[in-house]
């Protein structure tokens, strides 16, 4: 299944893998205010963010150009946006939009797929992000998984009965059907994840998510949070110099 | 000996009307193991969802010696450990260690705890092998082993099983049935399964629109409704 990949991902070995996903947040941090807040020669950043993201994903053995397509993912939303730009008369601004949309996707990608969820929000609860906040993220997390098996299996369904998902926009009976294969697909979803979540009642869950692992800040998460933090600093400051 | 569990008049109306209990008495004493049989939608895993507390009816329920009430609710779901149909609604953590600990840590044990109870129920269940996989690349019988580990984790005094041997290959049902039958625990079975509610079961109650029509002896009740009229049998009265 397609889903699974990114949790396989995070399930590594790597020295990324180790690191506590305080240290990767902290990082993660920088990075995204780096590149929010740069505005001089941009593609030419861009570019040298990208490559380090692409050493920090090697470092981390996560395949690289996957990961470069996944993190495509937010690009239809930025496009729009970025649309707008260049018809006001603004091509640099969207440009700027969609080099820094991409980049912070990559950035986040880096640090999801090399923390598994567990440890993740409990790094994030650690660094006193609301626990009701997590428990939603927890969930949704959980059912976009769900919505995606069930959309698999209708697809397949379908295919088996002879439909097909090409040429809808030219063909209206074939959009109309797919249109209400969404509908059923949310419905299936919702009972779905209804089960899943009386399962986790049966099974004593009182609201609050407990996890095996347990995080553990060590002097090798702090060189790691420095000399990630401090890296696009300087990337940025070779690079304004130099323009 | 006070039963395990006590059921008396359970009635239970859907949000959109359906009346799928209409007054359900049971009684379920230690060390038993009973078939619910009945035909689909006749409101056995209706009833099962009440004796755990999920869904909540008229009527009144005991559990080891406990009325099912919202105080009550975490100590019933530690002695009633409920194996849903689909396991896949089961499983949701990244590994299946993971999945199985969870039941015990939300007890509120530690985690080494959670870990040695976890790793003992899957030995139980012959899965200790697959602790560090993805409960996803499973198979359908595997997946259902560690549905049943993690409930098994949570030491409780009854099992719930419903619709235990679907999508499972005869291999694959032994196997259970083998395993079920080495579990100490008092057993209710949800299933249309009348050979494997035979290698488990001596009593059976047959639901039937919202009531059970009748209780006794497995093989009594599958004669008098005629439930173990295999394929051959059918088509020989075609």
């Known amino acids: 299944m397609h889903h699974v990949v990114l949790e396989h991902w995070s399930r590594g070995s790597s020295p990324l893998h180790r690191r506590d996903?305080?240290?990767?947040?902290g990082a993660l941090l920088v990075f995204l205010v780096v590149l929010a807040t740069a505005h001089r020669s941009l593609p030419l950043l861009s570019v040298a963010l990208m490559a380090l993201l692409a050493g920090v994903l090697v470092w981390g053995r996560i395949p690289l150009l996957g990961a470069l397509a996944r993190a495509t993912v937010?690009?239809?939303f930025t496009l729009v946006f970025a649309g707008v730009c260049w018809a006001a008369g603004d091509p640099a601004r969207g440009?700027?939009?969609?080099?820094?949309?991409?980049?912070?996707a990559l950035a986040v990608l880096t640090v999801v797929s090399t923390t598994p969820l567990p440890l993740l929000l409990r790094g994030l609860e650690t660094a006193g992000v609301p626990r009701f906040l997590l428990m939603v993220a927890q969930f949704l997390y959980r059912y976009l998984f769900v919505i995606s098996e069930e959309?698999?299996?209708?697809?397949?369904?379908?295919?088996?009965?002879?439909?097909?998902?090409?040429?809808?926009?030219?063909q209206p009976a074939r959009f109309r059907a797919a249109a209400g294969a969404l509908a059923v697909l949310f419905a299936r979803s919702y009972a779905r994840a209804g089960g899943i979540h009386r399962a986790m009642l049966?099974?004593?869950?009182?609201?609050?998510?407990?996890a095996l692992g347990?995080?553990?800040?060590?002097?090798?998460?702090?060189?790691?949070?420095?000399?990630?933090?401090?890296?696009?600093?300087?990337?940025r400051a070779v690079i304004e110099r130099m323009a | 000996m006070p039963p395990l569990i006590e059921v008396r008049d359970l009635r239970f109306r859907y949000e959109d009307g359906t009346q799928a209990l209409k007054g359900v008495n049971f009684r379920l004493d230690p060390g038993e193991s009973v078939a619910l049989l009945g035909p689909n939608g006749s409101g056995k895993t209706t009833f099962v969802m009440h004796l755990n507390g999920l869904l909540s009816g008229e009527g009144s329920i005991q559990v080891c010696g406990m009325t099912v009430e919202s105080r009550n609710l975490p100590a019933i779901r530690r002695k009633i450990g409920l194996v849903f149909q689909d396991a896949e609604s089961q499983l949701f953590m990244p590994t299946v260690l993971e999945d199985?600990?969870?039941?015990?840590?939300?007890?509120?044990i530690s985690q080494q705890q959670a870990v040695d109870h976890a790793t003992t129920a899957l030995e139980t269940v012959g899965m200790a092998a697959a602790a560090s996989r993805a409960p996803y690349h499973l198979s359908a019988g595997e997946k259902r082993k560690v549905a049943i580990a993690g409930i098994l984790a949570m030491d409780p005094e009854i099992?719930?099983?419903?619709?235990?041997?679907?999508?499972?290959?005869?291999?694959?049902?032994?196997?259970?049935?083998?395993?079920?039958?080495?579990?100490?625990?008092?057993?209710?079975?949800?299933?249309?399964?009348?050979?494997?509610v035979q290698s488990l079961c001596k009593r059976a109650a047959f639901f039937q629109d919202g009531i059970i029509a009748a209780e006794g002896f497995v093989e009594e009740i599958v004669s008098r409704f005629g439930w173990g009229l295999g394929l051959e049998r059918s088509k020989s009265r075609i």
């Open chain 2, 100 to 108: 199985v600990a969870f039941g015990p840590l939300n007890l509120g």
């Open chain 1, 151 to 170: 959309a698999q299996h209708m697809r397949v369904a379908a295919r088996s009965r002879g439909g097909a998902t090409r040429d809808l926009a030219t």
């Open chain 1, 74 to 76: 937010v690009l239809p």
């Open chain 1, 21 to 25: 996903p305080r240290a990767k947040f």
């Open chain 1, 214 to 235: 347990s995080l553990d800040f060590r002097g090798s998460d702090a060189a790691f949070l420095v000399t990630a933090s401090l890296a696009p600093i300087l990337v």
């Open chain 1, 202 to 210: 049966a099974r004593g869950f009182l609201g609050h998510f407990r």
């Open chain 2, 159 to 196: 099992l719930v099983l419903d619709e235990p041997t679907t999508s499972l290959d005869p291999p694959a049902q032994r196997s259970l049935a083998e395993l079920l039958a080495s579990l100490p625990q008092a057993k209710i079975l949800v299933t249309h399964d009348i050979p494997f």
């Open chain 1, 95 to 104: 440009l700027a939009l969609l080099l820094k949309s991409y980049l912070s």
